[in-house]
């Protein structure tokens, strides 16, 4: 069985109590409904690790919410996650900042299985199956009606 690491860089995310067990539980879950093989980590970081990651692999000079990087192979890649981003996105969309960061992992993990959402037909493909990813983990469809969707691309 392929593994998830758990990386907590930023000490913001260890004051939610349950989150870190939550997020694996995602990635497994999106895991499973992409069938991606491999290991993979997720990094949980602030916004300026976030920021610096954007800046050098995307040429954005600002934090974003979540980055994946996918590598292929025996070993998936990374996912990055901001924690000041996240808790404010979800704050202005009225959401828990545990759901709100499980659909960033699920959103990061469908990175490294290969969907994308940068054109309307492959938007078509990953909207769906984060929709239902999240409603069997029991969150509510992120894209109903609000507009702190992921977004970001997968880093190549």
Same mark, same amino acid.
């Given at each position: 069985?392929?593994?998830?690491?758990?990386?907590?860089?930023?000490?913001?995310?260890?004051?939610?109590?349950?989150?870190?067990?939550?997020?694996?539980?995602?990635?497994?879950?999106?895991?499973?409904?992409?069938?991606?093989?491999?290991?993979?980590?997720?990094?949980?970081?602030?916004?300026?690790?976030?920021?610096?990651?954007?800046?050098?692999?995307?040429?954005?000079?600002?934090?974003?919410?979540?980055?994946?990087?996918?590598?292929?192979?025996?070993?998936?890649? #990374?996912?990055?996650?901001?924690?000041?981003?996240?808790? $404010?996105?979800? +704050? %202005?969309? !009225?959401?828990?900042?545990?759901?709100? *960061?499980?659909?960033?992992?699920?959103?990061?993990?469908?990175?490294?299985?290969?969907?994308?959402?940068?054109?309307?037909? #492959?938007?078509?493909?990953?909207?769906?199956?984060?929709? $239902?990813?999240? +409603? %069997?983990? !029991?969150?509510?469809?992120?894209?109903? *009606?609000?507009?702190?969707?992921?977004?970001?691309?997968?880093?190549?």
């Amino acid at each position: 069985m392929s593994a998830i690491t758990l990386m907590v860089e930023d000490k913001a995310w260890r004051t939610h109590r349950g989150l870190q067990a939550r997020l694996t539980q995602a990635a497994e879950a999106a895991r499973r409904s992409a069938k991606l093989r491999g290991d993979f980590s997720i990094l949980l970081a602030g916004d300026k690790r976030l920021r610096a990651l954007n800046l050098d692999f995307r040429g954005k000079d600002k934090p974003t919410n979540v980055l994946s990087f996918p590598a292929g192979g025996a070993y998936a890649g #990374d996912i990055a996650i901001a924690y000041g981003v996240t808790k $404010k996105e979800a +704050k %202005a969309a !009225g959401k828990s900042l545990a759901d709100h *960061a499980s659909h960033l992992v699920v959103h990061g993990v469908l990175h490294l299985a290969g969907y994308d959402h940068e054109r309307p037909r #492959d938007a078509k493909r990953m909207g769906p199956l984060e929709v $239902k990813i999240l +409603k %069997a983990l !029991g969150i509510a469809d992120p894209y109903a *009606a609000t507009d702190t969707a992921p977004k970001t691309a997968k880093v190549k």
